[in-house]
């Protein structure tokens, strides 16, 4: 594919991105390249609803394919919270650190054995037409009662990988990129656009 859009801002996120799908796109955009990129309410009951929402309308706005995706952290003991509502878990505007803070204050208590939780990630490519195809990855794991690393972004620090014995925020990029949540979104998403005709 010659252009994709991302419709994000997270540096965070568009690293991961843009390390996912190198040699398969030619150039990436992200809202950032783009004035006046329309800000899109994600208030759909599902990570499949507002990545739907936001890819269409970056595709509509820019007349370019578009890419965008929902995530967010399903916990167990918390019924499945915050699922969709993970990047706004403390409020409107708060950021990681307090969105990590309040994830804690609702497991207080909780043993070890019962954190268990898992990353869920719907990738939406929608083109200017308005066909779009979707693609999940999935991540378990367990939320630990403090943070560990210094890397990622959002829940990461707080998320035990068990197989590798560390969190998120401590493994290294290539490692996230491959077993993530939404690595393994992507992948698929890569896959789908390396059978497509060039466009």
Do not use: W
């Not at 399903?74 to 699922?83: H, I, N, T, Y």
């Amino acid at each position: 594919m010659k252009e994709l859009v991302v419709a994000s801002g997270n540096r965070g996120k568009l690293a991961e991105i843009a390390g996912i799908l190198q040699g398969c796109v030619a150039r990436l955009y992200s809202s950032a390249d783009f004035p006046r990129f329309p800000d899109v309410v994600e208030d759909g009951e599902t990570f499949e609803a507002n990545a739907r929402k936001k890819a269409l309308s970056a595709a509509i706005f820019t007349g370019m394919p578009a890419l965008a995706d929902d995530s967010g952290l399903v916990v167990d003991a918390l019924a499945g919270r915050p699922g969709v509502h993970s990047a706004r878990f403390a409020g409107e505007g708060c950021g990681d650190a307090a969105n990590n803070e309040k994830l804690l204050r609702c497991l207080d208590g909780v043993e070890l054995g019962r954190r268990t939780a898992a990353f869920h990630c719907v990738a939406a490519l929608c083109f200017p037409d308005g066909t779009c195809r979707t693609f999940h990855g999935e991540l378990k794991g367990v939320i630990l009662e403090s943070p560990q690393g210094e890397g990622g972004f959002g829940y990461d620090p707080l998320f035990l990988v068990p197989e590798f014995g560390k969190t998120l925020a401590e493994l290294d990029m290539e490692t996230k990129n491959r077993i993530s949540h939404r690595g393994r979104a992507l992948e698929g998403l890569k896959n789908h656009m390396s059978r497509m005709p060039e466009t």
